[in-house]
């Protein structure tokens, strides 16, 4: 038995981000990670050891790419720095090399500086320069209000009239006159914001392929500003932490020990303790018990209300409204390769920028649907669409001398396939398809495969215990985002049980390297418990 102010379940970055925070406010946190390493989805492992590489490879389990943290201020506030957290800027934040058949007109690289996208724009669209820019700029002063309610919990109120006593209040979102225009496109599809805005099929193409990356497909309403986040890439950047994804997390879980916390792991939790409607610890499955007066779970929300709680401790409409939470039907797969050099892209051949981002290889618009149209038959797509993401160039710290890492996310891969197939059965075939989609960008690549770790949605699911795959716990539809996630009566982090919260990308406002949600928890519990200090 041990006892502490608060207990975390599970080591992702959003609960580690809760975690810090009381921690930094005097409260004794106890973090119980089910797997051997810490950091749920923002993990980093050593790969592929030899006799011809005997220190392996770093290779990330799970997100890679770090944005929208760097919008947080959390990585200030906590000074993460002197925990051990280094990051390396990347810039281009990402390039689209054009496709094999129109190679020679190029590739399009999107800098942190608006000035050098502009200029790489010029050399591929030049139609869309001026309209780029003009994008950036709307987008921008619309995001500002965005981030804002991104870094609170949501309420109940009807979104659209905040939307505009936000204008009102701060005058900034839209320019006069544009109010009306301005919240259509906030409620329109991303795939019809950017065929609004811009002309070139091209950069059409890199901007709608960047923002699936949040998993709704283009034609999806009330998904606009996924394509008008790229504003915000040019203020906050793209960075990569030296040593790998999983040196943020293992920071932030320094950040708690050296705040008097503990960080557990091989300490998967099997129920939460339960006494007259109140939390009291959580039971581990060696028989562990460990008790506080708040808990806080980071895992997904069906993992804690459904199995962690149980059916006999809530409402039965509760526990029916979370297990029909869509958690979709799959989202991608990725594999992650230690290759003998990084790829020579026909578009952009001796190109000293393209592997300092991420590389967008889809052709075109119709190659996205194509993909799309796989997906919602239930079968993995023909040809996926790939980001690929080559780390070591920018940090030698990942690869040994003589390899390199090259990771390729691709997307619209059911989980649940329509034909019969297993994904046990199929994942190296489709894991095969997706370094191809590389070797027909980059033919250098064909025979430099070392060895690849494969993740598809099954994968996935096992090893982050994310249902069905959704790397962003649930649907990042407009029905499932604001205070409507994970469902009207858990949004604001709070759950029926008393003194047991949630903090993962579950919660508002959702997936990818953020840390709102953890943030959002953290503040919501001080909240709750700062005025009775004592109690502790």
Known sequence: MSNYDVILIGSGHNGLVTGCYLAKAGYSVQVLERRENIGGAVCTETMFQSEEYPGGFRMDVGSSVHIMIHQTGIVEELELEKYGLEYIEMNPIMSYPLPPAQSEKGVIHFYRELDRTLESIARVAPEDVENYRNFVEFWGRVNQGVLKAFMVPPTGKNIVSELIKGQVRNGSMFKKGEQAAGLQKIFSSYGKVVDDAFENPWLKTALIWFAAQSGPTPDHPATGDFAGWQSMLHQSGARHPRGGSG?????????????????????????????????????????????????????????????????????????????????????????????????????????????????????????????????????????????????????????????????????????????????????????????????????????????????????????????????????????????????????????????????????????????????????????DYRKDRWFF
Request: proline share 6%.
């Open 247 to 527: 040196m943020l997390t293992r920071a932030m879980a320094n950040y708690i020990e050296a705040h008097g916390g503990t960080v557990q792991t091989d300490a998967p939790v099997a129920d939460i303790i339960i006494e007259q409607g109140r939390a009291t610890g959580v039971r581990t499955r060696r028989g562990e018990e460990f008790f506080a007066d708040v808990i806080v779970s980071n895992a997904h929300v069906q993992k804690t209300m459904m199995a962690l709680v149980g059916r006999e401790h809530l409402d039965a409409s509760l526990y029916e409204k979370v297990e029909n939470i869509n958690v979709g039907n799959g989202f991608g797969m990725v594999i992650r390769c230690a290759v003998e050099e990084l790829p020579e892209y026909s578009a952009s051949p001796g190109d000293p920028d393209i592997h300092k981002g991420m590389q967008l290889l889809a052709p075109s618009r119709q190659y996205l649907k194509n993909a799309i149209a796989d997906h919602t038959r239930g079968v993995p797509p023909q040809d996926p669409a790939v980001l690929a993401m080559t780390f070591s160039k920018i940090d030698p710290d990942v690869a040994p001398d003589g390899g390199h890492t090259l990771f390729a996310w691709a997307q619209w891969h059911p989980y649940e396939l329509s034909n019969g197939e297993h994904w046990d059965q199929i994942r190296e075939r489709e894991a095969q398809k997706i370094y191809d989609v590389v070797t027909g960008y980059a033919p250098n690549m064909k025979g430099k495969l070392i060895d690849w770790y494969i993740q598809s949605p099954l994968d996935i699911e096992r090893k982050h215990a994310m249902p069905r795959g959704n790397v962003m716990h649930v649907e990042m539809s407009f029905d499932q985002m604001f205070m409507f996630r994970p469902i009207p009566e858990m949004s604001e982090y709070k759950t029926p049980i008393e003194n047991l919260y949630l903090s993962s990308a579950s919660c508002h406002p959702g997936g990818g390297v953020f840390g709102a949600a953890g943030y959002n928890a953290a503040q919501v519990i001080l909240k």
